[in-house]
Nanobody
Framework: QVQLAESGGGLVQPGGSLRLSCAAS????????VAWFRQAPGKEREGVSC?????HYVDPVKGRFTVSRDNVQNKVYLQMNSLKPEDTAVYYC???????????????????WGQGTQVTVSA
């Protein structure tokens, strides 16, 4: 069974850190680009980061978020530091439809999605 599952979300104070995990079953993540998206209430889903052979980030998270792979565990991680209230959202991982290379953050370009994990940054 092909599945993606995120974990690691929660409530954190501004300036705090969380590490999100994206675990795959039924297929090897190493063969695909993997992106992180987020969706805040009332807003469209937006891309945050993508990893193929190298990590990629959107400007609002550069220097604060780090994406990485663990090919043995078949997981991708998103380390989030210096969190801000505007980072509050449901975070999703997604696998690229067209293979290994990150090609941007159009949701249609990703065909396998996890169920999402809530991240809330609040004092």
């Amino acid at each position: 069974q092909v599945q993606l599952a995120e974990s690691g979300g929660g409530l954190v104070q501004p300036g705090g850190s969380l590490r999100l995990s994206c675990a795959a079953s039924g297929f090897p993540l190493v063969e695909f680009s993997v992106a992180w998206f987020r969706q805040a209430p009332g807003k469209e889903r937006e891309g945050v980061s993508c990893i193929d052979g190298t990590p990629h980030y959107v400007d609002p998270v550069k220097g604060r978020f780090t994406v990485s792979r663990d090919n043995v565990q078949n997981k991708v991680y998103l380390q989030m530091n210096s969190l801000k209230p505007e980072d509050t959202a449901v975070y999703y991982c997604a696998v690229g439809r067209f293979g290994y290379h990150c090609s941007g953050y159009v949701p249609y370009d990703y065909d396998r999605w996890g169920q999402g994990t809530q991240v809330t940054v609040s004092a």
